[in-house]
């Protein structure tokens, strides 16, 4: 059985992650006209989901944790619980776009693939005066593989 890892990154202030995506647009001219188009290409992530995303990995990297040699067994699926602590009121954050953010990153980190995890939970708190804002989270496997998770 993998042994539970958990930690408590620390954060100056977490950004407001509004919008996960942005469109990709590129600008064509017609030739011989003045005439200029967008058009659509794509999506790709925010700057400020990226920066979410590459601060939390850059801390994990700091901190060298990884997934214990010799002790994951991959027919069974993982347990990832994430706890923010935040400077202000936990009724003006809405953290469901940071949370995938930091989903992704402890997710790319540890080289699971996100749709591993059969249980995910979120919880946030506040402190009052504190000078940072913490991540802490816990991750591990579940008892039952895979395939004994039907219903």
Known sequence: ???????????????????????????????????????????HLS?????????????????????PKGQVDWDKPFYLNIIYVLKQGVLRRDLDNLNKCVIDAISEHFAINDSRYFDERMRKFFTVGSQYEYIKFFLGQLDKKVADMKI
Request: hydrophobic share 40%.
């Open 47 to 67: 700057h400020e989901a990226g920066a979410v995303k590459e601060e939390i990995k850059r801390q994990l990297k700091l901190l060298n944790l990884y997934l």
């Open 1 to 43: 059985m993998m042994t539970e890892i958990t930690n408590t990154l620390r954060i100056d202030k977490l950004p407001s992650v509004n919008n996960m995506y942005e469109p990709i647009l590129h600008k064509r001219k017609i030739k011989n006209t003045s005439i200029v188009y967008m058009h659509y290409a794509g999506m």
